[in-house]
């Protein structure tokens, strides 16, 4: 069921996911596209994410924006101080983050997997500086067998100072270790699912990743309203792999899905295995803050012996038959 | 009604294709390759490399058997080409003493055209006890030569292939005593389902697996067309003792019944379990989604000779299940059995660019060759019982197997 509508204020609007905006030339919505979506947004009863471009929007803009409540997605940069509820912020910002003296709401960190793997301690000391850290590894399809590795050993660190800041009794959050910790179900990125986006053109997208690939890949527009075709795809009883997987904290990042395999309901290899080696480390962690006594909705995450729930195929076939 | 006879290693062999041309003398009206060319002919360079990709990844290819197929096109345009790339096969099966030595077929489907030349013989006279060849043939005169016509004609002179076919016939079942045909039905062809199928049959060839076109081609009023002339095939069927010795797809006792969405959701395609391989040297999860087989999709590359498969394009196709691409009313249909479909196709005519939206396009045709075929068993085993056969019929029956592209 849809919940949420994203608006994209502004071609250039910052990326705060996976994709990468392509889009250098301004192009603002119109004052009258944008007051049509928060109407569409009001009627369809969605909770609207206005995402942000770099600069200051125009006189206007922002009394329409605050006329319905609303969570505001904003660039990391000198316009928007103590404006965001969500900075968006890139490998170049840590530095500047770690130097302000004070605490973030809500963080999203887009970095390559190189620069993660590399710069772990930048982003262990990123953890004191926000409620909740939102890692998005930019370049997930380029994984191989080493980075892995790699990415496992990195999330035990993270891991070990979540778990000491637990102890001081700082629940920091952190997307792709502490998630899995809270969920009994899957909680995906919903795309074409519980949210759609508008782009400045005033046609609706299943996220802003298809606008900036393809605009004439829309979902409708705001004068003849929604119409997405095979919306079952996106749900996920009809994703043979997801239905069947645990790692309900993955991203199931629908546009990578449908850049990697085709098909908007079956991630890649890589996905899978990368939200695998995060499921397996919240299950270390989970044991660990287990035993010194802090609650969750399930206290144990079961053992299993694959990275990759595709592999487990045969398995979940048979148990149907 | 005796078994069809099954294919070769059925669900244990691999399946590779090679498109080893565009090309065929024939311009069938109800080709689905819209694509047909005399230029895409491939190279033995590019079927080497093929072989060598294929033989090079052992452990990605486990399956204990291996079909090599041969299509177009019309395959036996290209018989020196496929002679050497057989001949190429069997030598590197025999030096990597790989798990498919003496494990292979080679399969062909051809229009029978050049079956006869002193070539196409030679060659299965070299290869005859690892060969499959299925000649089309369509059914009478009057039904094969309204679809299965020469290239080239105009609406006005149109030629028909029949006469040409024929003459080979019984050369082949000599040959391949045990073989069968494959018969297309679209909408103009069901006034002659009845009469091609018993035609079929008295030439020689007990085995007709037949099948409805998956395209949306149908108009109103032909399934109940299609439903009185099967219930005139069944009563010739059984009341001339044809069901004795031979086997028509269309009648089937495992056709026809509900389905359970948990215990009976497997795919019913193999795409993606295949592998084809055009004259580029492109792979493909099947030959459907090569672009000449496309009428409104871009083509679905999963790698090359060079590169390889890329296996994620692969995971849609090896996790997809029969609900999670049927619609609400197939996974409800009480005589879902046997009702099958194409991936190719499926793809061909869905809304958006995906494999996971079954076409319903021969639903009304299934279902009225269910009545037909829920009409024939009933028939058949009431005269069964009034001879006192039952009994020994049930002992010796052997269920036959739907037809499956």
């Known amino acids: 069921m849809l919940q949420y509508l994203i608006i994209l204020l502004d071609d250039t609007a910052t990326s705060f996911c996976h994709y990468l905006n392509p889009s250098k030339k301004r192009n603002l919505i119109p004052q009258e596209t944008l007051k049509q979506g928060i109407r569409f947004a009001m009627m369809e009863n969605l909770t609207i994410q206005f995402v942000y471009p770099e600069y200051k929007l125009p006189k206007g803009y922002e009394k329409i924006i605050d006329s319905i409540d609303h969570t505001k997605i904003m660039p990391f940069c000198a316009e928007y101080d103590h404006e965001a509820?969500?900075?968006?912020?890139?490998?170049?910002?840590?530095?500047?983050?770690?130097?302000?003296?004070?605490?973030?709401?809500?963080?999203?960190?887009?970095?390559?997997?190189?620069?993660?793997?590399?710069?772990?301690?930048?982003?262990?000391?990123?953890?004191?500086?926000?409620?909740?850290l939102n890692i998005s590894i930019v370049d997930i399809d380029s994984f191989n067998e080493e980075d892995f590795n790699q990415y496992s050993s990195a999330l035990q660190i993270l891991s070990q100072e979540l778990q000491s800041q637990y102890k001081s009794g700082k629940t920091r959050q952190l997307n792709i270790l502490t998630d899995r910790l809270f969920l009994t179900k899957m909680n995906n990125c919903g795309a074409g699912d519980t949210v759609v986006t508008l782009a400045p053109?005033?046609?609706?997208?299943?996220?802003?990743?298809?606008?900036?690939?393809?605009?004439?890949?829309?979902?409708?527009?705001?004068?003849?309203?929604?119409?997405?075709?095979?919306?079952?795809?996106?749900?996920?009883?009809?994703?043979?792999?997801?239905?069947?997987?645990?790692?309900?904290?993955?991203?199931?990042?629908?546009?990578?899905?449908?850049?990697?395999?085709?098909?908007?309901?079956?991630?890649?290899?890589?996905?899978?295995?990368?939200?695998?080696?995060?499921?397996?480390?919240?299950?270390?962690?989970?044991?660990?803050?287990?035993?010194?006594?802090?609650?969750?909705?399930?206290?144990?995450?079961?053992?299993?012996y694959y990275l990759d729930p595709f592999e487990n195929k045969e398995l979940w076939q048979q148990e149907n038959l | 009604m005796k078994e069809l006879s099954r294919q070769w290693k059925e669900g244990a062999a691999k399946n590779i294709t090679f498109i080893v041309t565009k090309d065929c003398q024939l311009a069938c009206k109800y080709c689905y390759l819209v694509g047909k060319n005399s230029r895409e002919r491939m190279s033995y360079e590019v079927a080497k490399e093929a072989v060598d990709y294929v033989l090079n990844h052992e452990k990605d290819f486990p399956e204990k058997s291996v079909i090599w197929d041969f299509i177009g096109g019309e395959p036996f345009l290209e018989i020196d080409l496929i002679d050497r790339i057989v001949d190429y096969i069997k030598t590197e099966l025999y030096m990597r003493n790989h798990h498919w030595f003496d494990s292979y077929m080679f399969s062909f489907s051809t229009n029978g055209l050049n079956y006869h030349t002193e070539k196409v013989q030679k060659f299965i006279e070299k290869n005859k006890s690892h060969l499959s060849i299925g000649i089309t043939i369509d059914g009478t005169k009057q039904k094969h030569d309204l679809n299965r016509i020469y290239k080239g004609g105009n609406s006005s002179k149109e030629r028909g292939s029949y006469d040409d076919v024929v003459q080979n016939i019984p050369l082949w079942l000599r040959q391949f005593p045990n073989v069968g045909t494959k018969v297309t039905i679209s909408s103009s062809d069901i006034p002659y389902i009845k009469d091609s199928v018993i035609h079929l049959f008295s030439l020689g060839i007990h085995n007709v697996s037949i099948n409805c076109v998956?395209?949306?081609?149908?108009?109103?009023?032909?399934?109940?067309?299609?439903?009185?002339?099967?219930?005139?095939?069944?009563?010739?069927?059984?009341?001339?003792?044809?069901?004795?010795?031979?086997?028509?797809s269309f009648f089937s006792e495992m056709i026809g019944k509900p389905l359970d969405s948990k215990k009976n959701n497997q795919n019913w395609c193999g795409a993606g379990m295949m592998l084809a391989i055009d004259a580029?040297?492109?792979?493909?999860?099947?030959?459907?989604?090569?672009?000449?087989?496309?009428?409104?999709?871009?083509?679905?590359?999963?790698?090359?000779v060079r590169d390889g498969i890329n296996k994620n394009l692969l995971r849609p196709f090896l996790s997809l299940d029969r609900t999670t691409q049927s619609p609400q009313k197939c996974i409800d249909c009480e005589v879902a059995s046997g009702c099958a479909w194409c991936q190719g196709e499926n793809y061909d005519a869905a809304r958006t660019n995906t494999i996971y939206e079954r076409s319903t396009a021969i639903c009304l045709m299934h279902k009225a060759r269910v009545r037909a075929n829920n009409y024939y068993w009933n028939k058949l085993y009431r005269k069964l019982e009034l001879e006192g056969m039952r009994e020994e019929f049930e002992k010796n029956k052997r269920e036959s197997r739907p037809f499956i592209c």
Request: glycine share 4%.
């Open chain 1, 85 to 132: 509820d969500v900075y968006v912020a890139d490998e170049n910002n840590i530095v500047e983050i770690l130097n302000v003296n004070r605490c973030f709401s809500t963080i999203v960190l887009r970095v390559s997997q190189y620069f993660l793997l590399n710069n772990i301690e930048s982003i262990r000391h990123l953890i004191h500086k926000t409620d909740r």
């Open chain 1, 201 to 304: 053109n005033g046609k609706f997208y299943t996220c802003p990743a298809f606008y900036y690939e393809d605009e004439a890949d829309n979902l409708g527009n705001l004068e003849q309203g929604l119409n997405i075709k095979n919306a079952q795809l996106y749900k996920i009883d009809f994703a043979p792999i997801c239905r069947h997987c645990d790692a309900w904290h993955c991203n199931r990042c629908i546009w990578l899905n449908k850049k990697t395999t085709l098909e908007v309901n079956t991630p890649s290899r890589e996905q899978c295995t990368v939200s695998h080696i995060e499921r397996n480390a919240s299950k270390d962690l989970l044991e660990r803050l287990c035993e010194q006594g802090f609650k969750f909705p399930n206290n144990s995450i079961s053992e299993i």
């Open chain 2, 214 to 248: 998956f395209e949306d081609v149908w108009k109103e009023g032909d399934d109940k067309l299609f439903e009185s002339l099967l219930l005139e095939l069944a009563d010739i069927i059984i009341d001339d003792g044809w069901y004795e010795e031979n086997a028509c």
């Open chain 2, 280 to 304: 580029a040297g492109n792979f493909y999860p099947c030959t459907r989604f090569a672009a000449y087989s496309l009428r409104s999709k871009k083509p679905i590359i999963i790698g090359n």
